[in-house]
């Protein structure tokens, strides 16, 4: 078998790295930097016992990140820390996992910040355990394996061979490349969209008039998040071009910040090079003011005049790069819904266009929406329903059009 680990879409998954005490402690650092080889995320968290094999410094250069080994952080605590912090990872994995914490681990304890983590999370739990071989073999600790088991918690060894103690035998913690290779393995894409790049335009653009003032579509990027996020889910490796909005980027989906449709427009062409599809969720401003002021306007005068010019149809220009690429628009309408949609559909080339209606307490400032999918030859009512469901129907019809269109296109 192969030991090259499975390659991670960037940014991987998320992996909380708990590491007790032990003097398997410290592969745990190789076990850090493997995960991020592979493109994972990693925070670690230490118990007291790891701190006495291991500096937290040693973690902290390899990940980037601040090692959190206490509840009584007073800074990290004012906000509930460790509630935020077990609700961040996809995955906890504690290497090494001592006989003790895995005993406290199966009976419940919450006496330290790593274990409250594990009680405190319904993410998937791995466990490697790393001790003597007696204090495996004990029908303690094996009863409290099989508890653990029982719950759900992946269990990754241990290996059998020469220890710390001079002793040979079971107990071994397992190499960190195998255990690296497992978990990573659970998160390797699958899905219709397995192996292809999709980019997701989504939120406002903003074009300055002065350096407070602009203009901008009335957009809260919540629906193009949301497919971003279900694309990602049928096993697409995405970008997130956004313009300016209040939202968290959806786990494993990669991010680009803009403001102006000009920025949207270059980010745009730039991360569909190597793309097989692009949707395009963002409400792009169609104007901007031929020159923005230096400075703030002051109301001098009863009435001012702003000269406008068009931005880059960025679906356009993509289509006019990459003739291959499916592209996916969105149109937001007030009137003539379909016809409108069509045209936007045939005059820009598009595999498919997602049309709703909006105002009057429609799609805007809301978590629903309803949407009118169009293609050449068919058409789909997806929802009324929440956001998130209307993605997820969105991104599953985009992978069965885009199975359907693809052969001919190869």
Known sequence: MSSALPPAAAPGPRILLGVTGGIAAYKGAELARQFIK???????????????????????????????????????????GHIEL?????????????????????????????????????????????????????????????????RGVRVIGPGSGAQACGEVGEGRMSEPEGIAREVLGDFAPSGPLAGLRAVVTAGPTREPIDPVRFITNRSSGKQGYAVAEALAHLGATVTLVSGPVHLDTPAGVRRVDVETAQQMAAATLAEIEGAQILVGAAAVADYRPVSAAGQKIKKNADTLDLALTRNTDILSAARAEQPQLFIAGFAAETEKLAEHARGKLQRKKLDLIAANWVGEGRAFDRDDNALQVFWTDGERSLGPAGKSEVARQLAALIAERYAATHAGRK
């Open 38 to 80: 592979a493109g994972a995320q990693v925070q670690v968290v230490m118990t007291a016992g790891a701190l006495r094999f291991v500096t937290a410094q040693t973690f902290q250069a390899l990940t980037g990140r601040t090692v959190r080994h206490s509840l009584w952080d007073e800074q990290a605590e004012a906000a509930m």
């Open 86 to 150: 077990a609700r961040w990872p996809d995955a906890i994995v504690i290497a090494p996992a001592s006989a003790n914490f895995l005993a406290g681990l199966a009976h419940g304890f919450a006496d330290d910040l790593l274990s409250t983590l594990c009680l405190a999370t319904d993410k998937p739990i791995y466990a490697a355990p790393a001790m003597n071989r007696l204090m495996w073999a004990n029908p303690a600790t094996q009863a409290n394996m099989s508890t653990l088991r029982g």
